[in-house]
């Protein structure tokens, strides 16, 4: 079992209400990340970073925002939640390789609803 | 545009039998293929990856295959147990970026009867 802890596991607000998904690695990966799911499809890269101080936007077209002061900890935040953001969050981690082998290392999950 | 096509969406099975899952891709260029598989309500758990110079890996009772011309791989079962049931998910990394980018499957979703 990889060594990453995502909270809270389930979350149910209002519309309106300001949210932060925490997310915390022990592994010291460099690269972390955020997806996004829906039930029945595929992860969606919403954010990523390459270590402190850094971070990307993903694929998919996010409202959120993300921090990395330290190593271990990426937040993912939503100022203003809306029914649209319910859904399941993703965080993943890994260290940084330049052989192929760069897997990723996925959290349990924030299935956060709002209504 | 890059690609990874899952079959089939859902399967049942009856406990102790064997099935295979299978997974088309058009990424490129590939780097490697995993497979995961998540649990309900829970983050995907890695069960193997392959390079294209790998044709095959096990671990356990999971054996999965890869033909990197044909791009595509199958993840076989054997002998399935009431806790395989969850969604087997497919991805391929490509090497064009130094992200490592992961292109997912919608997944299989494996439901083992007693």
């Known amino acids: 079992e990889a060594d990453i802890y995502q909270t809270p596991r389930y979350l149910v607000i209002g519309t309106g209400k300001k949210i932060t998904l925490e997310c915390s690695q022990t592994m010291g990966h460099d690269k972390m990340y955020w997806y996004q799911q829906d039930p029945g499809m595929e992860l969606h890269l919403i954010h990523y970073?390459?270590?402190?101080?850094?971070?990307e936007k993903g694929d998919l077209s996010s409202e959120s925002t993300v921090s990395r002061i330290r190593t271990e900890h990426f937040p993912l935040t939503l100022e203003s939640a809306r029914p649209s953001h319910t859904s399941q969050y993703l965080c993943?981690?890994?260290?940084?390789?330049?052989?192929?082998?760069?897997?990723?290392?996925f959290g349990p999950g924030t299935r956060l609803t709002v209504l | 545009k890059n690609q990874v096509e899952q079959s089939p969406q859902s399967l049942i099975i009856l406990e102790g039998k064997n099935c295979t899952l299978q997974?088309?891709?058009?990424?490129?260029?590939?780097?490697?293929l995993r497979w995961y598989k998540q649990d309900t309500g829970r983050g995907p758990v890695s069960l193997t990856i392959?390079?294209?110079?790998?044709n095959t890996k096990s671990n356990g009772r999971y054996t999965a295959t890869l033909d990197a011309d044909t791009k595509q791989s199958s993840l076989h079962i054997t002998a399935s147990q009431l806790s395989d049931s969850a969604s087997y998910i497919c991805?391929?990394?490509?090497?064009?970026?130094?992200?490592?980018?992961?292109?997912f499957g919608r997944g299989t979703q494996l439901t083992v009867w007693p």
């Open positions: 993943a981690s890994s260290e940084y390789r330049t052989d192929t082998y760069n897997e990723q290392f």
């Open positions: 991805v391929v990394s490509d090497r064009g970026s130094t992200l490592g980018r992961l292109y």
């Open positions: 970073s390459y270590g402190v101080n850094s971070t």
């Open positions: 997974c088309n891709y058009t990424v490129s260029p590939f780097s490697n």
């Open positions: 392959m390079t294209f110079s790998e």
